[in-house]
């Protein structure tokens, strides 16, 4: 199984600063690397796609980085609605697919 | 309006089954493949089974292989997860979701979510 690891495990910021949100695999993945926001008693929503790629109507304060096994997500300048959890998940491995344990950006 | 609604949680005891179902609407069901995911309380997502489209291969998380059982029926565009021997840690909210192969297999549309809790 390939374990994906995010840290921080919480990040506190205020409204206005940059994110930097860190997902680490446990082996190679390759570009088959996606980030979901989720917020309490919501769906999750697909931010990022292969890597860097922004989905459908995802602003462009969010971007994603890294390769191999060290990726990133950053949030360049938080709004009030980006306070929420966050999730790298791959498919590289298609016998096990995972999602590493959140990263919950909190205000501050 | 591309969309999937969840249905079918419930309140059950250990051991148990339960059915789920998720409707698809907006989209031609039949071209993608599609996943179930859950967040049980307190914790993250944790990605369940999946089925593809057109081959129907399956593939299940170590937690639930030989418990839960996955199943679409493409011609009601809907999505199942049959559950059995349900045990209290699979209480948690239960979504379906789209893999979009245009997204390199994102998860890009999503359910709200069913609830279920599994309790003596």
């Known amino acids: 199984e390939i374990v994906l690891t995010q840290s921080p495990a919480t990040l506190s910021l205020s409204p206005g600063e940059r994110a930097t949100l860190s997902c680490r695999a446990s082996q190679s993945i390759s570009r088959y690397l996606a980030w979901y926001q989720h917020k309490p008693g919501q769906a999750p929503r697909l931010l990022i796609y292969?890597?860097?790629n922004r989905a459908t109507g995802v602003p462009a304060r969010f971007s994603g980085g890294g390769s191999g096994t060290d990726f990133t997500l950053t949030i360049s300048s938080l709004e009030p609605e980006d306070f929420a959890v966050y999730y790298c998940?791959?498919?590289?491995?298609?016998?096990?697919?995972?999602f590493g344990g959140g990263t919950k950006v909190e205000i501050k | 309006e591309v969309q999937l609604v969840e249905t079918g949680g419930d309140l059950v005891q250990p051991g148990e089954s339960l059915r789920l179902s998720c409707a698809a609407s907006g989209f031609t069901f039949s071209s993608f493949s599609m996943t179930w995911v859950r967040q049980s309380p307190g914790k993250g997502l944790e990605w369940l089974s999946y089925m593809t489209s057109s081959t129907n291969t399956v593939a299940y998380a170590d937690s639930v292989r030989g418990r839960f059982t996955i199943s679409r029926d493409n011609a009601k565009n809907s999505l199942f997860l049959q559950m059995n021997s349900l045990r209290a840690e699979d209480t948690g909210v239960y979504y379906c979701a789209r893999l979009n192969r245009k997204l390199r297999d994102a998860f890009d549309i999503w359910g709200p979510g069913t609830m279920v809790t599994v309790s003596s």
């Open positions: 998940h791959q498919r590289f491995n298609w016998a096990g697919l995972t």
């Open positions: 292969d890597v860097f």
